[in-house]
Structure formats: C-alpha cells, structure tokens
T-cell receptor, first 114, second 108 residues
Framework: NAGVTQTPKFRVLKTGQSMTLLCAQDMNHEYMYWYRQDPGMGLRLIHYSVGEGTTAKGEVPDGYNVSRLKKQNFLLGLESAAPSQTSVYFC?????????????FGPGTRLTVL | RKEVEQDPGPFNVPEGATVAFNCTYSNSASQSFFWYRQDCRKEPKLLMSVYSSGNEDGRFTAQLNRASQYISLLIRDSKLSDSATYLCVEKKGGKLIFGQGTELSVKP
C-alpha cells in the first residue's frame, strides 16, 4: 500500500495563478483532510470530507476550495493564489471518526506564491 | 487562547537524558489526545495515543490529567534519533487540533 500520496511535491506560483493539489489514499478511508503548516505553528485544518461527495470547512478555509468526487481522492484548489498561501500543505486520511483512530498523512506539498 | 498549547522549546539535551514535554488544552469536553512526531520538513507520524490511565511504549510514557487539562510525554534514555518536533494533538469530532510543537535536539 502506498498510503497517502500527494501531487505535486513542490510548486512555485505567481500571485493570481490557480492550481490544484491532489491527494490520494489507498486505505479505503472515509475521512480525508487538508491542513497547512506555517513556520512556528502547528497544522491548521483547511477543509475536510467525511465521505465521497461531501466537503466541510475547517479552521482556515478562505481562499481554498475542495472536491471529493471519488472516495480515494481529495482535491484542494487555489483559484487565485496569494503570497499568504505560501505554506506546506498536508493531506491526511482516517478510517472514520473513531476516538483513537490514527490519521495518516501524506508527504506534503511545498507551495511558494511570489 | 489556543485550544492546544505547548512549550515550543527548543529542548537541547545530551544523549541518555530524560526529557518531559507538557501540553495544555482548553476544552474540558475533549475526547482524545495523541503525540505525533514530525521530522524536519516531513509529515507528522503518530508516536502514541494518550489514555486516561496513562500508557507506556518502551522509552516513551504519556499521561493525561483531565482535572488539570494537561498532557505530558516523557522520553527516557534519549537517543540522537529522537531529535524531532513533538506535536500534542487533540481529536474532537473526527478532527485533529494541533499544538505548535516542541522541538527536541539530542546531542552526543
């Protein structure tokens, strides 16, 4: 099993450009998440999904959109990138909302917006 | 006030030392807690869950004090390979809430 994979690993954008980050998991997990991590800060939840076709806002959703058309994939979109979106983005998946389930993380996407 | 707070460190300790990290949380209704480990520029990985009765895994011991709303992680006999950032994490409604992390550097 590959676990959780993310594409791309690195990306540099200019302000105003758009892009989509892809997350894929092969563990048949229901729940998927997108986080961002900035220097000196913990991970913050952007959006999440509790199943195919569902999405919900997290702590910092502004400027991002998501889609979960297939159970194994969770896409994060930036329609008009801003320098404040320079960050490391992590995707994660979870079997369900069980109290002591482990969330599995992808390797991250390092995004720079100039 | 942040929901989960940690001392950011860094903690610089010699090999073989015992080191303890504390973490406080603000929501008394919080369900479950974890310690994740994050190596430089990599993804977080689960180190251990934190149970009310406390739990131990080799050199690592986690404790939860619900009355005082804090979680601790004790690392005994530190190894060079323990150098990393340790993230205190609360799980609520299926979502993880992270502290800012505590950096540990173990020196020879």
């Amino acid at each position: 099993n590959a676990g959780v994979t993310q594409t791309p690993k690195f990306r540099v954008l200019k302000t105003g450009q758009s892009m989509t980050l892809l997350c894929a998991q092969d563990m048949n997990h229901e729940y998927m998440y997108w986080y961002r991590q900035d220097p000196g800060m913990g991970l913050r939840l952007i959006h999440y999904s509790v199943g195919e076709g569902t999405t919900a806002k997290g702590e910092v959703p502004d400027g991002y959109n998501v889609s979960r058309l297939k159970k194994q994939n969770f896409l994060l979109g930036l329609e008009s990138a801003a320098p404040s979106q320079t960050s490391v983005y992590f995707c994660a998946s979870d079997r369900d909302r069980g109290t002591y389930n482990e969330q599995f993380f992808g390797p991250g996407t390092r995004l720079t917006v100039l | 006030r942040k929901e989960v707070e940690q001392d950011p460190g860094p903690f610089n300790v010699p090999e073989g030392a015992t080191v303890a990290f504390n973490c406080t949380y603000s929501n008394s209704a919080s369900q479950s807690f974890f310690w994740y480990r994050q190596d430089c520029r990599k993804e977080p990985k689960l180190l251990m869950s934190v149970y009310s009765s406390g739990n131990e895994d080799g050199r690592f011991t986690a404790q939860l004090n619900r009355a005082s709303q804090y979680i601790s992680l004790l690392i005994r006999d530190s190894k060079l390979s323990d150098s990393a950032t340790y993230l205190c994490v609360e799980k609520k409604g299926g979502k993880l809430i992270f502290g800012q992390g505590t950096e540990l550097s173990v020196k020879p």
